[in-house]
């Protein structure tokens, strides 16, 4: 006879139990879990957490300070004193109905065609640069490494080369040029001198910024224009041109708001004398020296104000389009 009743089969010490026996895994527990760590209100302030501290720095740096300025522009505040009337409008009427205090603009206009020979001249080192020569590494450190130095480090060694009988005199003298010249006396002199100051310090700048542009276009582009028989002029114009526009369009921003405001090699060199004063020295002045900072917080508004200005008529001339070159 045999036996009605079955008995289960003993566990394989391999394999384990049976499946009908093996403990089942609970996956919708696992889900909720994890829909409650993504629904978890810890989780959404995370991105908020790690901002706190930047965002923290750049209120009490940058938008209180401004809150500040453009508040003591509408008082008569001396910056000693802990009294200050309100005035209303006063400073900007007067900003406004004193023409000596705009003249100092036309200063500007020297340090703007400055900015042109800078850009094109970064502009054209970086393309030679782009390409495969010798030393090419040993040229790009030499260009980048004036905008390393010291703004104060700068003025004060042009100071010493553009005095009477420094050394731009000695060198021309050695030419048998006449190098009697007080190149900081004149007004037309001093400036393009400080301007020619300015482009040697900043070339660095904008020439870092387009090689890596430059750098950033596919190689495969390149080796397809050579394979298509185009020149360097020819790649440089349908091929460098267009991909780097973003960053050519930065840099004419900078140049325009740079030379509006202007400040550290003609105050350090100058101190803004031989009508070598920019806005911002004026400015400086206004606040420091003859105590009136209401009218300078008045004045730093109005060049705020022009450069957002210049800046947006800028970039609705030049807006921002995806290159695609590929």
Known sequence: MTDS???APPPDPLTGPPPAHRPRHRPADGASRHRSWQDH??????PWLFLLVPLALLITFTYVPVGNMIYYSFTDWDGVSPDRSFVGGD?????????ELFRVFAVGLYYLAASVVQIAAALYFAT???FDLRLRNLFKGILFFPYLINGVAIGFVFLYFFQDGGT??????????DGDHAWLGDPQSANTALAGVSVWRFTGLNFVLFLGAIQSIPGELYEAAQIDGATRWQQFR???????RPVLSLSVILAISGSLSVFEIPFIMTGGATGTQTFVIQTVKLA???NKTGLASACAVVLLLIILAVTWVQRRLVPDEKVDLV
């Open 41 to 46: 209100p810890l989780r959404r302030a995370t």
């Open 5 to 7: 009743t079955r008995t």
């Open 238 to 244: 349908h091929l460098i041109a267009p991909g780097i």
């Open 288 to 290: 420091f020296q003859f």
């Open 128 to 130: 030679i640069l782009s």
């Open 91 to 99: 400073n900007y009427e007067e900003l406004f109905t004193r023409p």
């Open 168 to 177: 731009l005199d000695s060198v021309l003298s050695l030419l048998g040029t």
